[in-house]
């Protein structure tokens, strides 16, 4: 890492860069509680609401004691299982074929029904980030679940991914692409499951955790077989802790050395998405989510300095209407039309949070 480190004015205010970095995140959420991934009026079709999108749009205001928005979230995430529960009990009880059969990815954010576009659309982690969400807010002051129902919508969450072997089930993972066994998509699982347990409703099944710990170490600090190191490794750390402190900083190194650009953090070498050149070869796309998000993680080790120093990059990875965007073509200052992207904000109201609690 660059030892030139970079520094907050002096006179910095943070509660008025997160009030702004959580203001744009709720304009993103739709009457059923449900974020849509990007504005409302983007051509891209990121006015859909994602599974993955909802838990970390609700990071940045749980982290901020701000607690109404993700309890309509949380809400909204029940609705959609409810709705569906027929089709979760289904897979449960068979064994799904084709992705369409798994849990869905996307879903409208008021009618709360699928879209059905082909889609790599097996991506245990957001089944895991859902099950994180509810069980770990059920077991805090800040529960949201209420009845019979919705406990029972914890507990099909817990059945499914043991009934798919999340631990050997390879899947399309955070970047909803081609099907492997992912190390961040079973670490959403562990965490969801892992904060299931605290809950006296709930039955975990024996080796449930355990299996998907020993094929998490199988496979760190690499991502996959074909990916040495990616983005997504970051969620090992934040927020699902399932990392020790060794192959924290392992994978953090293998990031900064290998994906860090100038506007953000490239998902891995070789991504075809949005990348400057014809061939797809090379030029990834700088995505500014890594930043805020090297920041929560430096600052969670106590290394301020450090955090300090990926939270100003971060801050100079806003867009012309001070806004995170989705990424930036490789070593540009052109952004793609994903702005706001929700989930970057939230992170880095994450990010200013720490930051602010570290230097009082």
């Known amino acids: 890492m660059n030892t030139c480190f970079e520094k907050l004015p002096e006179n910095f205010d943070f509660e008025v860069e997160i009030k702004k970095r959580l203001d744009t995140v709720l304009s993103l959420q739709a009457p059923s509680g449900l974020f849509m991934a990007s504005a409302l009026n983007v051509s891209t079709g990121y006015n859909k609401a994602w599974l993955r999108d909802n838990y970390f749009m609700t990071l940045g205001f749980q982290a901020c004691g701000e607690w109404q928005p993700v309890h309509a979230a949380g809400k909204g995430l029940l609705q959609v299982l409810c709705k569906h529960q027929d089709k979760i009990k289904w897979a449960i009880e068979n064994e799904p074929q084709e992705a369409w059969q798994f849990i869905h990815a996307r879903y409208n954010p008021v009618t709360l029904e699928e879209y059905h576009e082909p889609w790599g659309n097996k991506q245990n982690d957001a089944v895991g980030e859902v099950?994180?969400?509810?069980?770990?807010?059920?077991?805090?002051?800040?529960?949201?679940?209420?009845?019979?129902?919705?406990?029972?919508?914890?507990?099909?969450?817990?059945?499914?991914?043991?009934s798919i072997k999340y631990w050997e089930s390879p899947d399309s993972g955070v970047w909803e692409e081609d099907q492997e066994l992912h190390a961040s998509s079973i670490g959403a699982c562990i965490a969801g499951l892992k904060a299931a347990t605290a809950l006296p409703y709930i039955t975990v099944p024996a080796n449930c955790i355990e299996n998907g710990e020993a094929a998490l170490v199988a496979l760190l600090p690499r991502e996959s077989e074909r990916k040495f190191t990616d983005l997504a490794l970051?969620?090992?750390?934040?927020?699902?802790?399932?990392?020790?402190?060794?192959?924290?900083?392992?994978?953090?190194?293998?990031?900064?050395?290998?994906?860090?650009?100038?506007?953000?953090?490239?998902?891995?070498?070789?991504?075809?998405?949005?990348?400057?050149?014809?061939?797809?070869?090379?030029?990834?796309?700088?995505?500014?989510?890594?930043?805020?998000?090297?920041?929560?993680?430096?600052?969670?080790?106590?290394?301020?300095?450090?955090?300090?120093?990926?939270?100003?990059?971060?801050l100079a990875a806003k867009d012309d209407h001070d806004r995170m965007p989705e990424l930036y073509y490789a070593q540009t200052d052109k952004p793609n039309e994903n702005s706001p992207l929700g989930w970057a904000e939230s992170l880095l109201a994450v990010a200013l949070k720490k930051v602010a609690d570290a230097n009082k």
């Open 131 to 162: 099950l994180h969400l509810l069980a770990a807010c059920d077991c805090s002051s800040h529960n949201f679940v209420e009845t019979n129902l919705e406990r029972g919508l914890i507990q099909l969450l817990v059945d499914y991914l043991y």
């Open 234 to 314: 970051l969620s090992l750390q934040y927020p699902f802790g399932v990392l020790g402190k060794t192959t924290c900083a392992k994978v953090v190194k293998n990031i900064e050395y290998y994906n860090l650009r100038d506007k953000g953090v490239i998902r891995y070498h070789g991504d075809h998405y949005y990348n400057k050149n014809a061939d797809g070869v090379s030029e990834e796309a700088e995505w500014t989510m890594g930043l805020p998000w090297l920041s929560i993680i430096y600052a969670e080790l106590g290394m301020r300095v450090e955090a300090e120093h990926y939270l100003v990059r971060a």
